[in-house]
């Protein structure tokens, strides 16, 4: 098995507890309480301006052009993505502003930025790749159960259940694979760690905007 199969098989008891948690679980039932949604709707706009720069700082430090071009244009969409959040998902769901970045949020970008500045690329390559793939999976998962007609979510779930956002995912996951089959062991074992910490980092995301996890 490559590198990505491996390392996705130490989290699948953790993506199981994301899709069974009630957050992914009313998502899914179109009956999540419209002030978690909201709440998650401004903390993911803060969060995908700073992983777009996280994005891009890896860009800037690839190995090889192609590497490059494909991490300026993930930075690029996620950067895009946040806009139309900003614009389209803020009118749907009556939100005005951003607001503050609260202590998960806070804690899962700097972690990004701080991975993508200072360790090894292909650390940081790995530390953003569950972004990219439990979202494509999640949102996989949900498209296989909602009623569209009725569900006030699609959108959001449309967004991550597409062709588009699937071809970019598993170009995500071959360039991490490369840069795995490339790298020393001890490499290989730091991106397995980063990868292992961002996935659960998605699964507190999504509590903490259940739970309104806010500053005290």
């Known amino acids: 098995m490559n590198w990505s199969e491996i390392t996705w098989n130490q989290i699948e008891n953790n993506y199981q507890s994301i899709l069974d948690m009630p957050f992914i679980t009313e998502l ?4 999540l309480p419209i002030h978690k949604f909201q709440f998650y709707m401004a903390q993911d706009s803060l969060y995908l301006e700073h992983f777009g ?6 860009a ?11 991490y300026i244009k993930y930075a690029e969409t996620a950067i895009v993505v946040e806009n139309a959040l900003h ?3 803020f009118q749907d769901f009556g939100l005005t502003e951003k607001g503050t970045m609260q ?3 806070h804690h899962y ?7 993508a500045a200072l360790d090894a690329v292909e650390i940081a390559m790995a530390a953003v790749l569950p972004c990219f793939w439990i979202y494509k999976k999640v949102g996989d998962h949900i498209l296989n159960q909602v009623n569209s007609s009725s ?4 959108k959001w779930i449309d967004t991550y259940g597409g062709e ?3 071809t970019a995912v598993q170009q995500a996951i071959d360039l991490c694979d490369k840069a795995a089959a490339e790298a020393s062991p001890t490499i290989r074992e730091k991106m397995t760690e980063a990868f292992i910490t961002a996935s659960k980092m998605e699964y507190y995301f999504w509590e903490a905007a259940y739970d309104i996890k806010s500053w005290i």
Do not use: E, M
């Open 28 to 31: 899914a039932a179109g009956n």
């Open 164 to 166: 588009d956002f699937a």
């Open 103 to 105: 202590p998960v949020c």
């Open 109 to 115: 970008v700097h972690f990004l930025k701080s991975t």
């Open 60 to 70: 800037a430090r690839a190995n090889d052009v192609d590497t490059t071009l494909n």
């Open 151 to 154: 569900n006030p979510y699609q």
């Open 87 to 89: 614009h389209a998902y």
């Open 53 to 58: 720069r996280a994005l891009a700082l890896i």
